[in-house]
T-cell receptor
Framework: LAKTTQPISMDSYEGQEVNITCSHNNIATNDYITWYQQFPSQGPRFIIQGYKTKVTNEVASLFIPADRKSSTLSLPRVSLSDTAVYYC??????????FGPGTRLSVLP | DGGITQSPKYLFRKEGQNVTLSCEQNLNHDAMYWYRQDPGQGLRLIYYSQIVNDFQKGDIAEGYSVSREKKESFPLTVTSAQKNPTAFYLCAGYSPGVNYGYTFGSGTRLTVV
């Protein structure tokens, strides 16, 4: 069973900021939070990882509150090419990743 | 150019046949994984290997077999015992500190005809 809970789908329009929130109700002290993106018929690819507070890279930001019971992936000014499935995972080194169904983001023109 | 290479991209199998999906990596990953993905679903773990000559069953290992004779290669055989093999298969590698986690191949889509 997936350790995380996230919305099944979301719609947005081009140019908007999109925030996808994930629940980590059973997160362990040593767990990291990571997000992956998957396009149809491709393997998932890494987007961003964090432990707490805020992490930003060239494609996204990740917000993790102090209690670490949730995380929010923020995609600034989405485009049509951001239409994909987004997975949140929590893991500790040495453990296997557990993928839930993810959030299917549809960006509309 | 480093990565996880899966072949073939598309594979058709007749009922009752065994087929083998290839996964090769040049990232020096210690651990390698096979996942199955059905339409609209997440990824389910079939088998994984953390060192050469050793592998472990995942959540849905029945009807599948693997080998890990060398670090770079982790082939998956879909046997005739797998009753519903039509799916998208993904291979991944993992090493601590490399890409913050898993590196995935581009997948093989298997169809039973």
């Amino acid at each position: 069973l997936a350790k995380t809970t996230q919305p099944i789908s979301m719609d947005s329009y081009e140019g908007q900021e999109v925030n996808i929130t994930c629940s980590h109700n059973n997160i362990a002290t040593n767990d990291y939070i990571t997000w992956y993106q998957q396009f149809p018929s491709q393997g998932p690819r890494f987007i961003i990882q964090g432990y707490k507070t805020k992490v930003t890279n060239e494609v996204a930001s990740l917000f993790i509150p102090a209690d670490r019971k949730s995380s929010t992936l923020s995609l600034p000014r989405v485009s049509l090419s951001d239409t994909a499935v987004y997975y949140c995972l929590q893991y500790n080194y040495g453990q296997n990743f557990v993928f839930g169904p993810g959030t299917r983001l549809s960006v509309l023109p | 150019d480093g990565g996880i290479t899966q072949s073939p991209k598309y594979l058709f199998r007749k009922e009752g046949q065994n087929v083998t999906l290839s996964c090769e990596q040049n990232l020096n990953h210690d651990a390698m994984y096979w996942y199955r993905q059905d339409p609209g679903q997440g990824l389910r773990l079939i088998y994984y290997s953390q060192i050469v000559n050793d592998f472990q069953k995942g959540d849905i290992a029945e009807g599948y077999s693997v080998s890990r004779e060398k670090k770079e290669s982790f082939p998956l055989t879909v046997t005739s015992a797998q009753k519903n093999p039509t799916a998208f298969y993904l291979c991944a590698g993992y090493s601590p500190g490399v890409n913050y986690g898993y590196t995935f191949g581009s997948g093989t889509r298997l169809t039973v005809v």
